[in-house]
């Protein structure tokens, strides 16, 4: 057996952390992101031939999680986390084309994979644990309601999640807001950005920490991002043991999170061809990966809003792993798919070939069709990372009738939902969460 993986920051000023560490922490102490000191390899032969996502995963991360103190616990953290399928679905009007669909999970977008995982290991990591401690999202929508969900009830937690009020989707926002119990949310008069300042201002402010423990569950932790190489494992082996040949993949693409993962899949080994990033408007990567600087700037605001990211957090992962920019620019093409491009390709799928298509996935299939027409006859699978009824107000004018909802989804919108008006200052943050901190101690003596 090789030795354990110790986890190290991308920048370098952080002391090593076990696994549990790492994922209990989130971002490392220097501000950087965790990532393990190499990379291990695998080979199919490691895999069992036609295994679930949960035991493909479980053989996958065994070395990550080799001799931590989680080891034992990786099956049933696998199968706790990975209860729904995320099939490779042929399209049967496109020839060699699949739909990689990671959207079958309780709130409809591929964010469930990495915070249902996150989700069961933090219970794990935390055991039983007199104060409780509050997690903090900023979101632009999905990611606070995939990790409202999979934490909500969990003994020993509070999820706070701020969004920008108006900004979100009028589904998204009722998602958001209808958990209950240990789940609030918080409308934020401002931007995600100061969503993103006002949670990492309390994260930073030990005073604070001292009354009311806080961590954060977003894209960045490794708790999120390792489960989310367990689909694109299982596609590659599924297509490898049927076709005898690599799978190529197209993937939506914002902070780089989940075309992570398909890259370290590869790079461990298993049989995943060409990776392309595709992206909406926002041109931080494919400009990088196109020969120029890394040059994060502000991001604007597209149909595909989850991917509205302008300076890309996993992308000092990314050169971790390849740290030679030429190396780097080898491993992957990234290219920017504009708005109307987004709406044409919803509309064009709909109206000949009755497909539906989220305005993420959108962008995925706009970069087949034009591999297609400059005559590419590779087998391809389109990353689908939502479900269309997720963004109604942008489909369904687009195709003319509405989205069939999926039945998790239509069970959340059924609920009521509320969410509490908040100013867009940290000070108010602050203030609100000693008052919640100083309840739970009233409502604990
Ligand atoms: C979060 C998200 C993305 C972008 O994923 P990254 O890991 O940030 O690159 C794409 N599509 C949807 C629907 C998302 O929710």
């Not at 299939?365 to 389109?382: F, I």
Request: charged share 15%.
């Amino acid at each position: 057996m090789s030795a354990a993986l110790r986890y190290l920051s991308t920048r370098g000023a952080s002391p090593v952390a076990t696994l549990s560490e790492a994922i209990a922490a989130g971002l490392a102490p220097d501000g950087g992101l965790y990532v393990p000191d190499h990379l291990p390899t695998l080979s199919i032969e490691d895999f069992k031939i036609g295994g679930s996502l949960a035991e493909t995963a479980a053989s996958l991360l065994t070395p990550f999680f080799a001799g931590d103190a989680l080891a034992s616990e990786l099956p049933a953290i696998c199968a706790a986390a990975l209860t729904f399928p995320t099939p490779l679905r042929p399209l049967p009007q496109h020839p060699h084309t699949s739909v990689l669909e990671l959207f079958h999970g309780p709130t409809a977008a591929f964010k469930d994979v990495g915070a249902r995982f996150l989700a069961a290991s933090l219970r794990r990591v935390r055991g039983d644990h007199a104060t409780p401690l509050t997690i903090l999202v900023a979101t632009s929508g999905d990611t606070g309601a995939a990790v409202g969900a999979a934490f909500h009830r969990q003994p020993g937690i509070e999820v706070v999640i701020l969004y920008p009020d108006g900004r979100v989707s009028p589904r998204q926002a009722h998602q958001l807001g209808c958990f209950g119990d240990n789940v609030q949310a918080l409308r934020v008069q401002g931007r995600f950005d100061d969503c993103q300042r006002m949670v990492k201002a309390a994260l930073n402010d030990a005073a604070l920490q001292a009354k009311s423990p806080l961590s954060s569950a977003n894209s960045i932790s490794l708790g999120r991002l390792l489960p989310q190489m367990s689909y694109y494992a299982h596609a590659a082996l599924t297509w490898w043991h049927k076709h005898h040949e690599p799978l190529n993949v197209i993937v939506p693409t914002g902070n780089l999170g989940n075309a992570l993962a398909a890259v370290w899949v590869r790079a461990m080994g298993l049989p995943l061809g060409q990776i392309r990033l595709a992206c909406n408007a926002n041109t931080t990567l494919p400009d990088f990966f196109a020969g120029q600087d890394y040059a994060p700037r502000e991001a604007v605001a597209t149909l595909a809003n989850a991917m509205d990211v302008g300076a890309p957090s996993n992308f000092e992962r990314l050169r971790w792993t390849f740290p030679q920019v030429d190396v780097l620019r080898e491993q992957l093409q990234a290219h920017s798919v504009d708005d109307q491009t987004i709406s044409a390709t919803i509309a064009m799928h709909a109206r000949e070939h009755g497909e539906v298509f989220c305005p993420h996935t959108a962008t995925a299939m706009h970069l087949l069709n034009q591999l297609r027409a400059a005559g590419d006859d590779a087998s391809w699978a389109v990353v689908a990372t939502a479900h269309p009824a997720k963004f109604e107000s942008v489909v369904e004018p687009l195709i003319g009738k509405p989205v069939e909802v999926p039945s998790a989804l239509a069970a959340m919108l059924q609920r009521s939902a509320s969410a509490e008006s908040m100013a867009a200052e940290d000070g108010v943050l602050r203030g609100w969460l000693l008052e919640k901190a100083a309840q739970h101690v009233e409502a604990a003596s």
